[in-house]
């Protein structure tokens, strides 16, 4: 066909993908899936290590958030800050399982380089668009929230509801990183998030600015590693593609992973809203720093499945 380069790369008898400017919609070639490509055990252990060390740096940077917050916040504004992350990551379980769809689709071994390309434009157009209504939804609802919770100021609420609408970027970055087997790349950018995280709020806590310096640090740690994935996918995108993904195809894969995301998160994260709405101010700034600690523990193995599962 002029104007176009075509190649069709055979797999036993089914045609895996086509490369160039025409290819099969994205529906039809992830419904005729054959097995993946294989995996060499010296990828799978380089990947595992990537990961743990990764997973690692970030469990013990949040945890030096936490405990430099505690040390440099009085309890009770200790107390509105976790309450404020405990909110931001219930309400941003969309995000995670974003990231798996992301990651689902970009892992097929019958997408094309150009699908794979249209895939994570589709995926993140919808990201940016749900994370700047879920931003503008709580921005509205931070009156009332703010008086459940007993909160003496709103602020830390609309910088909440800010680093919730920049919170659907990076999770698409990562899952590209993650179903293209990056996992070296995508270590780096789930530590990085952490790293500045503590970096500009040791910065701000410094200067005595609070729970609101905390929560600013936070925010710049989101942006930060949205745009170190972004530049991490693209260092390697050669072929680009206009095809988009079908509604009801993305739907099927986001669903249940929303289920999932939602049950698991709020297993762990939900007690601290409402303690924060039952106890008294010194006793939930106690409670909280136990919480985070169990919850660190908790997402230790979290490298496995992020390992696995592309």
């Not at 909110?87 to 969309?94: D, G, R």
């Not at 200067?207 to 600013?216: R, Y």
């Not at 996918?233 to 993904?245: A, G, I, K, P, Q």
Request: aromatic letters at 6%; one cysteine or more; proline letters at 5%.
């Amino acid at each position: 066909m002029e104007g176009s380069s075509l190649e069709i790369v055979h797999h036993g008898d089914s045609a895996i993908h086509a490369r160039g400017a025409v290819s099969t919609p994205i529906a039809s070639v992830r419904g005729s899936r054959s097995a993946s490509p294989h995996l060499s055990l010296r990828s799978l252990f380089s990947g595992g290590v990537a990961l743990v060390v990764g997973t690692a740096a970030g469990n013990i940077l949040s945890l030096v958030f936490s405990l430099m917050s505690a040390r440099l916040i009085a309890p009770a504004n200790y107390a509105t800050l976790t309450a404020c992350l405990s909110l931001l990551v219930v309400a941003a379980v969309p995000a995670a399982a974003l990231q798996l769809a992301t990651a689902s689709y970009t892992a097929d071994p019958h997408l094309s380089s150009a699908q794979s390309s249209g895939v994570r434009r589709t995926l993140l157009r919808g990201g940016v668009m749900f994370g700047a209504g879920l931003g503008v939804l709580a921005l509205l609802g931070s009156a009332p929230l703010g008086s459940f919770l007993h909160l003496p100021s709103l602020i830390p609420l609309w910088l909440t509801a800010v680093i919730l609408g920049a919170s659907f970027i990076g999770p698409v970055y990562q899952g590209s990183l993650q179903g293209a087997h990056r996992f070296a790349a995508l270590a780096l950018v789930m530590s990085s998030a952490f790293a500045i995280r503590v970096v500009a709020a040791a910065l701000l806590l410094v200067l005595g600015t609070g729970e609101v310096g905390a929560l600013t640090g936070v925010l710049l740690g989101t942006v930060g590693s949205a745009l170190l994935g972004g530049i991490l996918c693209r260092s390697t995108e050669t072929v680009h593609s206009d095809e988009t993904l079908p509604l009801r195809e993305l739907a099927r894969t986001l669903f249940p992973t929303f289920i999932m995301q939602l049950s698991l998160t709020s297993m762990l994260f939900i007690d601290t809203l409402l303690s924060k709405h039952f106890f008294t101010p010194a006793t939930v700034g106690a409670y909280a720093g136990l919480a985070t600690t169990a919850r660190i523990l908790a997402y230790l193995p979290g490298a496995l499945s992020v390992l696995l599962f592309p």
